[in-house]
């Protein structure tokens, strides 16, 4: 009646189809000594996995320290960001004053320049008075 009952747990266990109730059953009938002949064949994986189910691993192992140069660089990547940002618009407002104060001196320089005209201009224009005041005689004689 066993002996049956364990051929299809066995037929059950190689389809994949037993519980873990049933499998320990199958593991405790294979550790004893009197297996029929027929049933002798299976008897070396049942108690490979029982032996299995005991051992444990007990050597010490050392664990390496992850590498951290990733975040190390990024961390650098962005500092180097950041000063550049600075210091690159220190830079562009040193430029920009330097374009401003270049075109007050320009502008200076140009109307410093039509002032000397203008004034050259008016002097002319005293010469015009002086000859439309002589028209202006010569008429009123006449």
Known sequence: MELDRIEKLLEKYLEATTTVPEEEILRDYFSNEDIPVHLRAYAPMFQYFSKAKEERFTKQLELK??????????????????????FGNAYRDQKEQEKAEYAYKETKRALSLLAANFERGTEKVAYLKEFEATKEKIYNKN
């Open 65 to 86: 320290r992850k590498k951290r140069y990733m975040q190390w660089i990024s961390i650098a990547a962005v500092a180097v960001l950041v000063f550049g940002i600075y």
